[in-house]
T-cell receptor
């Protein structure tokens, strides 16, 4: 159990377009979901934390108007990269936690490779 | 601000060797320490989770230890196999404005040759 999926796995888009990435917990309800980005040879950087039904909390330096996060249900969170630019090209990974208890582990999705031309 | 460092950045060993991956963190106020495996272009697989009150966790050929006082964790892999080749990430769990966060190191890329 505890499977997290992401869609799409890979996306290539033109500069200026918006891209939506979906993160789903397939066999459990996720009260909290996290979005990370990872540049080549770098560590995962937390972008934002979203609790179901609440606005996302963004990490310092992450533009909330550029990276729109919606966590409308207990099994789905979406990340929309608005007006994407080449510097937004990265590997985006989501994770989900079953409850709000901090000691609970996070289950990670397979990631989405975004390339902005 | 919590910083997590992993040494070495890369490691190559022959099959069968025992090896140790190191992780250090600057803030001892972590509530857990996790080790993950990441294959190229893939997501993360959780390997071991050590709560702040624990000293170590074991799963098969893997053993992870946690020493909060020194700010260190190690991942021991026994009898390494080519299938163990991957990047290993450690992450410290800490409290932030959103509640909790995982702070990741850059990883150690392991290559096991047959």
């Amino acid at each position: 159990g505890a499977v997290v999926s992401q869609h799409p796995s890979r996306v290539i888009c033109k500069s200026g377009t918006s891209v939506k990435i979906e993160c789903r917990s397939l066999d459990f309800q996720a009260t909290t979901m996290f979005w990370y980005r990872q540049f080549p040879k770098q560590s995962l950087m937390l972008m934002a934390t979203s609790n179901e039904g609440s606005k996302a909390t963004y990490e310092q330096g992450v533009e909330k108007d550029k990276f729109l996060i919606n966590h409308a249900s207990l099994t789905l969170s979406t990340l929309t990269v608005t007006s994407a630019h080449p510097e937004d090209s990265s590997f985006y990974i989501c994770s989900a936690r079953k409850n709000r208890v901090r000691i609970d582990t996070q289950y990670f999705g397979p990631g989405t490779r975004l390339t902005v031309l | 601000k919590q910083e997590v460092t992993q040494i070495p950045a890369a490691l190559s060993v022959p099959e069968g060797e025992n090896l140790v991956l190191n992780c250090s963190f600057t803030d001892s106020a972590i509530y857990n320490l996790q080790w993950f495996r990441q294959d190229p272009g893939k997501g993360l697989t959780s390997l071991l989770l050590i709560q702040s009150s624990q000293r170590e966790q074991t799963s098969g050929r893997l053993n992870a230890s946690l020493d909060k006082s020194s700010g260190r964790s190690t991942l021991y892999i026994a009898a390494s196999q080519p299938g163990d080749s991957a990047t290993y990430l450690c992450a410290g769990g800490e409290t932030n404005q959103a509640g909790t966060a995982l702070i990741f190191g850059k990883g150690t890329t392991l290559s096991v040759s047959s």
